[in-house]
C-alpha cells in the first residue's frame, strides 16, 4: 500500500521523533532524536552512540515504537504520528541523507540507525475531528 502524501508531508514537516524502546523483559524507555525521512523505503534515519541506555536496549529487542506531535492547544489542528517498525543499522546512503537534512553533522563521529516502519497511523484533525491516515508494509 502507497504511503499517503498527507503522511509523508508532516514527516517532512518536522524533524524531531520520540522513539520508545523495550528491553526483552518489558523494561521501557523513550529518547527524542533528529531523523531524516528515506520515503522510498519508509525508514526514520537517526544518530545516537552505541553506550546510551536506549541504543543498548534496540540492540537487545529491536522491535519499537515511535512518535512525530505537532504542539499545539488549538483542538482543530491537533496531528500526530504513530510508528512502529524495526531497528536496523544504517545502510548505504543513509549518511547522506542524513546528512543533507542536517549540514552541520558533516563533521561529526555519527552512529546511524534506522527505524523500517511496518505500521503509521497519522491523527489529524485538520482533516476532521479524530480523523486517522493509516499505512502497513505489506509483507
Not at 508531508?9 to 529518547?31: R, W
Not at 549518511?95 to 552541520?104: D, S
Request: with cysteine.
Amino acid at each position: 500500500m502507497e504511503i499517503d502524501k498527507k503522511i509523508e508531508k508532516f514527516i517532512k514537516a518536522h524533524h524531531v521523533l520520540t522513539l520508545a524502546t523495550a528491553t526483552n523483559e518489558g523494561e521501557p524507555y523513550c529518547c527524542n532524536c533528529f531523523y531524516a525521512y528515506d520515503n522510498e523505503s519508509a525508514a526514520f534515519i537517526f544518530t545516537s552512540g552505541k553506550e546510551t541506555h536506549h541504543a543498548q536496549m534496540m540492540e537487545q529487542n529491536n522491535r519499537v515504537a515511535a512518535s512525530i506531535v505537532l504542539e499545539t492547544r488549538t483542538v482543530g489542528k491537533i496531528q500526530g504520528l504513530q510508528i512502529t517498525g524495526k531497528i536496523e543499522a544504517a545502510q548505504e546512503g543513509d549518511k547522506m541523507l542524513y546528512i543533507k537534512r542536517f549540514p552541520y553533522t558533516a563533521v561529526a563521529d555519527l552512529t546511524l540507525w534506522r527505524l523500517e516502519a511496518d505500521f503509521m497511523k497519522l491523527t489529524d484533525n485538520t482533516l476532521g475531528f479524530g480523523k486517522k491516515l493509516i499505512w502497513q508494509r505489506q509483507e
